[in-house]
């Protein structure tokens, strides 16, 4: 079993929607929890972190299920900038577990 | 504030070749990670410092890769001899510290081994 799990999609949503991805993690003693980002060709940016209580950031809304061990991003009102690969990321140990990430394309 | 910094960002090499990947990373940051990206494995960690101290290099393919980091502002990977099936993306990042810190990517050397 992999350590982190992501649907590759790509998920094709039209603007304005509403689209979310999870994520499930194995190891039960991860503490640290992330989602970056990656266009095309570019190196992967850290969108947010997630924390147990969940936490928002503009449009964009993390939540942890620590008892199902999975992770979840919600984008509110897709724009076409959002089109990208969504990692996701938990800390196991001393260093980072990347997922190989969802695809985003969002349309006109 | 300056990010991390890689060079060369792109790399054509025959194979047998010796390639030498350059990446500082940002001021303050103690911790230094080195990545490879393929369309096939995704994201693999190949080796990471803490301190410059080399950590876990587990994730080394071979021995014909190596890596170094002789002080806080730099660290090298080097292939020596260079194969086609190298041919990936190296991304470096660094972090305050290891464990649950967030990581900062550099842009990648695109290495492509003919």
């Known amino acids: 079993r992999k350590e982190v799990e992501q649907d590759p999609g790509p998920f094709n949503v039209p603007e304005g929607a509403t689209v979310a991805f999870n994520c499930t993690y194995s190891n039960s003693a991860s503490q640290s929890f992330f989602w970056y980002r990656q266009d095309c060709r570019k190196e992967p940016k850290l969108l947010m972190s997630v924390y147990s209580s969940g936490n928002e950031d503009g449009r964009f809304t993390a939540q942890l299920n620590r008892a199902s061990q999975y992770i979840s991003l919600l984008i509110r009102d897709s724009k076409l900038s959002d089109s990208a690969t969504y990692l996701c990321?938990?800390?196991?140990?001393?260093?980072?577990?990347f997922g190989t990430g969802t695809r985003l394309q969002v349309f006109p | 504030d300056a990010g991390v910094i890689q060079s060369p960002r792109h790399e054509v090499t025959e194979m047998g070749q010796e390639v030498t990947l350059r990446c500082k990373p940002i001021s303050g940051h103690n911790s230094l990670f080195w990545y490879r990206q393929t369309m096939m494995r995704g994201l693999e960690l190949l080796i990471y410092?803490?301190?410059?101290?080399?950590?876990?290099d587990s994730g080394m393919p071979e021995d014909r890769f190596s890596a170094k980091m002789p002080n806080a502002s730099f660290s090298t990977l080097k292939i020596q001899p260079s194969e086609p099936r190298d041919s990936a993306v190296y991304f470096c990042?660094?972090?305050f510290g290891l464990g649950g810190y967030e990581q900062y990517f550099g842009p990648g050397t695109r290495l492509t081994v003919t």
């Open positions: 990042a660094s972090s």
């Open positions: 990321v938990v800390n196991p140990t001393d260093k980072l577990i």
């Open positions: 410092f803490n301190n410059n101290v080399p950590i876990d």
